[in-house]
């Protein structure tokens, strides 16, 4: 009974956290499915990574919240100049202009499906918010996270252009300084974010990598 009504009150302070959320309601009045679209407009706003006639992937998409906020800088005039693919293990509610895969990243199927939807292109950006299901022993969750990071910077080495970049959600703790290094061995310039859209108690940051070394030359 006791934890019960913990878990009660904690997902009433949640809730009334959430609803009085600055950024929550600005998404609601700009027309954004999360807040979390704020987190990396602050990123994009900052490094100038994302312009019209790019293609971008977006991993973890769900709920669309950074698909809509890439497909609004590839749309200054209305109409989208490049292209967005979205991955997700969840469903997502589709998205003009932007081509939804529905599957698991970790899968090799998955993989195949997203290479052909590229048709040999290369890739300008790969922003990814992907994030396992937590189960609350932090060795397993600290390699679940750095396993989705890893794929991520992954395919970005594969299949990024020469100046092209990677954002990706990585969480303090656990195996961030392990990450922090493979960027480094993989990106010629890495950049670190905590975007004000972050939440101060989240230990969640961002790890942006621009121009993929050569797959010879990464550790």
């Known amino acids: 009974m006791k934890i019960q009504t913990q878990s009660k009150k904690v997902n009433k302070a949640w809730l009334n956290d959430h609803v009085n959320d600055p950024w929550v309601k600005l998404a609601q009045k700009e027309g954004y499915r999360a807040r979390a679209a704020y987190k990396l407009k602050e990123i994009d706003e900052a490094l100038g990574l994302i312009r019209p006639g790019q293609v971008v992937v977006d991993l973890g998409s769900t709920p669309g919240a950074w698909s809509q906020y890439v497909r609004r800088r590839l749309a200054p005039a209305g109409r989208v100049e490049g292209a967005i693919v979205a991955v997700d293990i969840l469903p997502m509610e589709p998205l003009d202009a932007v081509t939804f895969l529905h599957g698991d990243f970790r899968e090799e199927a ?51 252009r020469p100046q092209g970049a990677l954002v990706a959600k990585v969480f303090h703790g656990g195996a961030y300084d392990e990450l922090v290094r493979l960027f480094r061995a993989s990106f010629r310039q890495v950049k670190t974010f905590k975007p004000k859209a972050s939440r101060d108690r989240s230990a969640e940051t961002f790890l942006v990598g621009i121009g993929p070394k050569p797959v010879s030359d990464t550790v």
Not at 116 to 123: C, F, H, N, S, T
């Open 110 to 160: 998955v993989l195949a499906q997203l290479e052909e939807v590229l048709a040999g292109r290369p890739v300008d950006v790969v922003v990814s918010d992907m994030a396992p299901n937590l189960s609350g022993v932090s060795s397993a969750d600290a390699a679940r996270i750095a396993h989705l990071v890893e794929l991520a910077v992954d395919f970005s080495v594969h299949h990024l």
